[in-house]
Antibody, heavy 121, light 107 residues
């Protein structure tokens, strides 16, 4: 079964750090581009970051640039999001999402169940 | 940044109705548009990509159309399991952006 499972969420104080992980299974992880997408409570979806299959190309939303770092370990079938200098507005469910490649490259065909990050004192 | 205007934000409909959701871009994106369905407490699910191509396993009552700046998601005969929130998403360029969402509720 194709699956993504996030972990690492929790409660953190403003200015703190957190590292999210996303474990992939059921497909050849190293062949796929990956993304993080978040959703604040009661709000819509917001794309956060993208990483190419090799890790050589990375993009961030302006709202997290300079604070968040996306990475991957293809040997461990894992995607990561290092989040530093966290703010209250980073409170959200964080999803990892797979880019299916052509012909749907750029869409997100497989999503994890999400992990909740709460930034509060 | 490509801005997206999705409408309506709330749609009240009955089972069996035909419903249409619109998504308008701030600039042309060819057909690089996807539609998702999200139910409460669940991750979004991909319905349509390339503006009009149905994702595998998605019922044929869902259809998408449009290109350039104006796109539409149509549900031809609303079923009980279709009451959910729908999002459009452009993948023409980074940053990827989503529409604000349309909640389809029971009338």
């Amino acid at each position: 079964e194709v699956q993504l499972v996030e972990s690492g969420g929790g409660l953190v104080q403003p200015g703190g750090s957190l590292r999210l992980s996303c474990a992939a299974s059921g497909f050849t992880f190293s062949s796929y581009e990956m993304n993080w997408v978040r959703q604040a409570p009661g709000k819509g979806l917001e794309w956060v970051s993208y990483i190419s299959s090799s890790g050589s190309t990375i993009y961030y939303a302006d709202s997290v640039k300079g604070r968040f770092t996306i990475s991957r370990d293809n040997a461990k079938n894992s995607l990561y999001l290092q989040m530093n200098s966290l703010r209250a507005e980073d409170t959200a469910v964080y999803y990892c999402a797979r880019d299916p490649g052509k012909p749907a490259g750029g869409a997100f065909d497989i999503w994890g169940q999400g992990t909740m990050v709460t930034v509060s004192s | 940044v490509i801005w997206m205007t999705q409408s309506p934000s709330l749609l009240s409909a009955s089972t069996g109705d035909r419903v249409t959701i619109s998504c308008r871009m701030s600039q042309g994106i060819s057909s690089y548009l996807a539609w998702y369905q999200q139910k409460p407490g669940k991750a979004p699910e991909l319905l349509i990509y390339a503006a009009s191509t149905l994702q595998s396993g998605v019922p044929s009552r869902f259809s998408g159309s449009g290109s350039g700046t104006d796109f539409t998601l149509t549900i031809s005969c609303l079923q009980s399991e279709d009451f959910a929130t729908y999002y459009c998403q452009q993948y023409y360029s980074f940053p990827r952006t989503f529409g604000q969402g349309t909640k389809v509720e029971i009338k």
